[in-house]
């Protein structure tokens, strides 16, 4: 069966420190994945998205940056943390084979509570 | 401009009682559109979806309707119970793409 997996699952982090959060899918091979952040009281927000290794999209002009170093692993990153960066990150996955597609939808992960202090 | 919304923003019912979660769309062209079950601190979990051919479906005490005529959606849950506590997000998708539009979800809070 397939699982996804990330971590850490809370982050407490400095103002202009890094940031490497890391996301891996198991039992399955070429998904489609994605990164989202949810604020407080907010929707989701779709930050980056790839559908292959080395394949990135950004959404949004932001602080962090992502990459897809092996087919099912994902990282989240950021040179230099701002107070704004802090939010719950949600990694997500959807099957990449082709149709029916519109059948499939997002398994996401457990999450990652980080807070920039 | 592809959006959801969803009302009401938060509810509070006694256990036991049925409720309405609501979700209009105006995403288009229409591919598809799922309820996820949000717990505190977790990460959503799918509770149905509905294509475009489907008007409803049902899993367990939930219910899920779909109009696309008006592009409303709504969530139906019978005999709620104090684990029913938690966000409820309606995700709809356009055809032909990777992407999800995300309503910022109804906060339902079941008490005793």
């Known amino acids: 069966s397939q699982t996804i997996h990330q971590w850490p699952a809370t982050l407490v982090q400095p103002v202009g420190s890094p940031l490497s959060l890391e996301c891996t899918v198991e039992g399955t091979s070429n998904p489609n994945l994605y990164w989202y952040r949810q604020a407080a009281g907010r929707g989701l927000q779709l930050l980056f998205y790839s559908v292959g290794i080395g394949q990135i999209s950004s959404e949004v002009p932001q602080n962090l940056s992502a990459s897809r170093p092996q087919d099912r692993q994902f990282i989240l990153s950021s040179k230099k943390l701002l107070l704004s960066d802090s939010g719950f990150y949600l990694c997500?996955?959807?099957?990449?084979?082709?149709?029916?597609?519109?059948?499939?939808?997002?398994?996401f992960g457990s999450g990652t509570r980080l807070t920039v202090v | 401009k592809n959006q959801v919304e969803q009302s009401p923003q938060s509810l509070i019912i006694l256990e036991g009682k049925n409720c309405t979660l609501q979700?209009?769309?105006?995403?288009?062209?229409?591919?598809?559109l799922r309820w996820y079950k949000q717990d505190t601190g977790r990460g959503p979990v799918s509770l149905t979806i509905m294509t475009f051919s489907e008007n409803t479906k049902s899993n367990g005490r939930y219910t899920a309707t779909l109009d696309a005529d008006t592009k409303q959606s709504s969530l139906h849950i019978t005999a709620s119970q104090l684990s029913d506590s938690a966000s409820y997000i309606c995700?709809?998708?356009?055809?032909?793409?990777?992407?999800?539009?995300f309503g910022t979800g109804t906060r339902l809070k079941v008490l005793a």
């Open positions: 979700c209009n769309y105006t995403v288009s062209p229409f591919s598809n």
């Open positions: 995700v709809v998708r356009s055809s032909g793409t990777y992407k999800y539009i």
């Open positions: 997500a996955w959807i099957q990449g084979l082709h149709p029916p597609f519109s059948s499939y939808g997002y398994t």
